[in-house]
């Protein structure tokens, strides 16, 4: 190999026909979900976040996708991180789900609200001891001067709730993005993929293919 210009791949794995698709995206999403959880991908769940600042500058991070139904798919995360200030900000993100594995990726644009207290709770409270000690310990994309600050943070949280239930800090939540647009992209031979969008127009969802 000379050049990153010859790094590719042929995708041959399988097809995605627009009679093999469903009518709903989200009875879609779920069936390459169960495709991918049968695969054993590590880290199945991991996906792009994609927003965009006040001055219109895009930024993208992997988060974890923490729930799913029709209102939405569902993350956790600092409220006071870049990426919930982008949010609260604009609340147009995009995400992207890459199975390689299976030659799949899943894009989805939507709107991104906050989840409920109740639904942040029960998920916090889900968390390891340790995960929850880290939500408090951490002043997520605040300059630090040192790894040490984190570890000191994490000691004095420990014994701040020793013996106590470890609540969930109210900088700390869940976002539920509600999806207007899905795109299910299945890799193809000689860059030939399929592509099959979903748009929501009102309360329907209209279908239709894409060139790759």
């Given amino acids: 190999m000379n050049s990153i210009a010859d790094i590719?791949?042929?995708?041959?794995?399988?097809?995605?026909?627009?009679?093999e698709a469903a009518s709903n995206p989200f009875l879609q999403f779920t069936e390459w979900w169960n495709d991918a959880l049968a695969s054993n991908i590590d880290e199945v769940n991991a996906m792009t976040l994609a927003?965009?600042?006040a001055a219109g500058k895009p930024s993208a991070r992997i988060v974890l996708l923490k729930g799913m139904s029709e209102k939405g798919y569902e993350f956790y995360t600092n409220y006071e991180s870049h990426k919930a200030k982008e949010m609260a900000g604009n609340s147009n993100v995009a995400l992207v789900f890459f199975w390689k594995e299976l030659e799949r990726q899943i894009r989805i644009e939507g709107i991104v609200n906050k989840a409920s207290e109740d639904v942040s709770d029960i998920y916090f409270n889900s968390r390891p001891a340790e995960s929850r000690i880290g939500a408090w310990s951490s002043p997520q994309s605040k300059i630090i001067t040192s790894r040490e600050i984190l570890e000191d943070n994490v000691i004095a949280n420990k014994k701040r709730f020793e013996g106590k239930e470890i609540a969930r800090p109210s900088f700390w939540g869940g976002y539920i993005v509600e999806p207007v647009l899905f795109e299910f992209w299945q890799g193809r031979s000689s860059r030939l993929h399929d592509r099959i969008e979903y748009i929501k127009n009102e309360n329907e969802w209209i279908k239709r293919r894409?060139?790759?």
Wanted: hydrophobic fraction near 40%; glycine fraction near 0%.
């Fill in 8 to 19: 590719r791949k042929d995708y041959k794995l399988r097809s995605f026909l627009e009679a």
């Fill in 51 to 53: 927003t965009v600042n």
């Fill in 210 to 212: 894409l060139a790759p």
